[in-house]
């Protein structure tokens, strides 16, 4: 009776023994099961999306991505999207020859091979339609860079025989309508890389690379430009290229100086006064020790500014001083040796740095924390074979 007892007694305990392992088993493979769905759930989220115009030879089309939690890209359902005007085909570098609206409804975007500009409704699930009616004209020679703000915009035109500002009018339709009297011709060789509207758009700016100038205007009621006294002025280094006014101070004004030499890199900061006159800021330039910075973008808040140094591979991290004198935090490398590096984007919520990678037609991706950055697992992203991308909006 005892050992029958004890086998009895044994049988049960194995029997707890085999129902406990199991019991664990299973509570491992429901919590492994829902991290997988959790990281699934995370990367598959859509939170925005990600344009990039192409400038694609012949019918020029942009490069649309939803965006997702985990900073990963795909492509939209019939992406890339076609424009109705046509790009070169080969690389151009300006800054902004891609905006979106203020309200979100539009994307607009240069067609620098036809000589026109074209937009796009974005509909809710990202996908993009061409305005009827469009592309228009851009009022001159190779579009390169486009300024919006409300319903004005502005186009900068680099090519010689038509180098000039010209304003638009854009309404509730998508409907671009030329300003009369808004064009500002430009001297032959003049090749400006940027036109920008301040934060309260009461005052734009275009950067002229090949004379190394600024020129500074106000804008009048009528959107009409009238020249700054001293404008165009003096740049602070050769070539004068990205620039970018501060989202917490319309009055900050910051260009990169791209042309300087190896390790020559600079970056300007101007006080933009009221009639548009521009005033250096502490001891501007300030250097980044890189070569050739071209594009820049200023975090959200005001207190950081980031600019590709497209020729050195990195990116240069600057501190904000409230007067606008800049400190030098470091430079963050791209990684892959000759990408060619071009125009960059925040996300709406800052955390994301986006940067053009012309040469290697992709889209590199960077985790913001403060003034530092950490390229994203995810990155890079290709962009479409076939495309000289430039120009890049976030949303």
Known sequence: MGRAFLNRKEKRMQLRTRIATM??????TVVTAAAASASASAASTVVGHLYVNDNTAGTNTIAAFDRHADGTLTPLPGSPFTVGGAGTGTGIGSQGA???TSNGKYLLAVDAGSN????????????????????????????????????????????????????FTLNPGGHLRPIAGSTVALPAGSSPGDVLFNSDGTRLIGAEVGPSVIDSFVIGANGLLTAAPGSPFAAQGPGPFGSEYRPT????????????????????????????????????????FQTAPCWVEISHD??????????????????????????????????????????????????????????????????????????????????????????????
């Open 23 to 28: 019991l664990t088993l299973l509570a491992v």
């Open 98 to 100: 891609l905006q979106i």
């Open 116 to 167: 026109q500009i074209s937009v796009l409704r974005i509909n809710d699930d990202g996908e993009l339609n061409p305005v009827g009616g469009g592309p228009v004209s851009s009022g001159g020679v190779k579009p390169v860079s486009i300024a919006v703000h409300g319903s004005l915009v502005y186009v900068a035109n680099a090519g010689d025989g038509g180098s000039n500002y010209t304003g």
């Open 249 to 288: 101070d319309p009055t900050q004004l910051f260009v990169s100086n791209a042309h300087g030499g190896p390790g020559n890199g600079t970056i300007s900061a101007f006080s933009d006064g009221s009639d548009g006159t521009l005033t250096s800021i502490g001891t501007s330039p300030f250097p980044d």
């Open 302 to 395: 005001g207190q950081f500014l980031f600019t590709v140094n497209t020729a050195s591979n990195s990116i240069a991290r600057y501190a904000i001083a409230g007067d606008g004198s800049l400190s030098l935090l470091g430079s963050t490398s791209l990684g892959s040796a000759n990408v060619g590096a071009e125009d960059a984007r925040l996300g709406p919520n800052g955390g994301t740095l986006w940067v053009v990678d012309t040469g290697a037609r992709a889209v590199s991706a960077f985790a913001v924390n403060g003034g530092n950055l950490t390229q994203l697992p995810s990155s890079p992203t290709p962009l479409p074979a076939g495309s000289a991308p430039f120009g890049i909006v976030v949303t």
